[in-house]
């Protein structure tokens, strides 16, 4: 079984930063694709980035382009998604999410483990 825990959600003004940290335990970590996924009211959840095990492949979703960076610290254990530059259409719950498989997917399906999620809030 694995677990996931995210935090560093907040409150923030539009044009502000956060970092989301997403620690994972109960199996080694490394060899494993990891992503960023988030869900606003009312809609569906969505794919944000994605890092395969390696680092070398980092997929972003063109609304988050520029302005996310998503990185790992394998021997943390540990997944960050730095946001930069955020706007009030960024508010969503934040989730991180791990599959079985080095390689990164951008489809929501393809994840087995999820977190409970980071709100994150951005004030105009």
């Known amino acids: 079984q694995v677990q996931l825990v995210e935090s560093g959600g907040g409150l923030v003004q539009a044009g502000g930063s956060l970092r989301l940290s997403c620690a994972a335990s109960?199996?080694?970590?490394?060899?494993?694709?990891m992503g960023w996924f988030r869900q606003a009211p009312g809609k569906e959840r969505e794919f944000v980035a994605a890092?395969?095990?390696?680092?070398?492949?980092?997929p972003y979703a063109d609304s988050v382009k520029g302005r996310f960076t998503i990185s790992r610290d394998n021997a943390k254990n540990t997944v960050y998604l730095q946001m930069n530059s955020l706007k009030p259409e960024d508010t969503a719950v934040y989730y991180c999410?791990?599959?079985?498989?080095?390689?990164?997917?951008?489809?929501?399906?393809?994840?087995?483990?999820w977190g409970q999620g980071t709100q994150v809030t951005v004030s105009s």
């Open positions: 109960g199996r080694t970590f490394g060899g494993y694709a």
């Open positions: 999410a791990t599959r079985r498989g080095a390689a990164v997917s951008i489809v929501t399906r393809e994840y087995d483990y």
């Open positions: 890092i395969s095990w390696s680092g070398s492949s980092t």
